[in-house]
């Protein structure tokens, strides 16, 4: 990972700035495909991870496609949808349509079959995959989602998931947590990292923000680490963004 020191308020910390129009792409007919990290056919060796996180992947995918059954292992999976409907089923019995406003996520462990389509035929789906490295090996699948409340989410950074099952959110086998704000334009908003250690990434859904002094447009991601909070400043309206902070070392 490049990295550059910055300074704000007398600290010193590490950054590395990924615009969206740097991240691979892929573009299928059925599926566009917009990679933050090495994915499929992109590689970049300076674009392997950030920590722990070690997919962002922006999908587009046409009416009524999607992508057939296929196997995952030992990864905590993550999807974000942010338009339409997506369908899901998987080798542990779960069938399901998650859309914008939910989150989704499975812990691949020991190994499970899924496959992910779009639920309609005239419209695309738009969302975000994720994928985390757990903390722990070949654990038991699972399967789990949840609808947001986006009341919550204005103004402010609500958390989505965690490592802990009792938290809000959903929760997955790694020291991570996501928030999501929806803000107005010129609002500042405080992130103090629950573990000093972390890092966090920062990818701009939508708007425009300064995050830690840095400018950052739709699809921009930022990541930071080697600091305690980090100042975020919307400066158009309607402004989304994800946090996810995550462990900087893998095991």
Do not use: C
Request: hydrophobic letters at 35%.
């Amino acid at each position: 990972m490049e990295s550059k020191n910055l300074v704000e308020e007398k600290t010193t910390f590490n950054s590395v700035l990924h615009p969206a129009n740097s991240r691979g792409k892929a573009d299928h007919g059925w599926l566009l495909s917009q990679h933050t990290f090495s994915f499929s056919n992109y590689h970049n060796p300076e674009r392997m991870h950030f920590g722990v996180l070690r997919v962002l992947n922006d999908d587009i995918v046409a009416g009524g496609k999607g992508f057939g059954s296929h196997p995952h292992d030992n990864m905590e999976i993550i999807s974000i949808p942010l338009e339409g409907d997506l369908a899901h089923q998987d080798s542990m019995g779960n069938t399901a349509v998650i859309k914008s406003g939910d989150i989704q996520v499975m812990s691949a462990g020991s190994g499970i079959m899924h496959s992910e389509f779009n639920k309609n035929e005239d419209r695309p789906v738009q969302f975000l995959q994720i994928w985390v490295y757990p903390k722990q090996r070949n654990v038991t699948p699972r399967y789990d989602q949840l609808t947001f409340d986006r009341s919550k989410m204005h103004n402010t950074f609500h958390q989505i998931l965690s490592p802990n099952p009792e938290d809000e959110g959903v929760w997955i086998h790694q020291d991570a947590w996501f928030h999501l704000g929806h803000f107005d334009t010129n609002r500042t908003t405080n992130y103090t990292m629950k573990n000093s250690d972390n890092g966090v990434y920062v990818f701009l859904i939508k708007g425009t923000a300064t995050v830690a002094g840095q400018t950052l447009n739709t699809r921009d991601g930022f990541g930071v680490w080697g600091i305690q909070h980090i100042d975020i400043h919307s400066t158009t309206e309607d402004t989304e963004i994800l946090l996810m902070e995550v462990p900087m070392h893998l095991i």
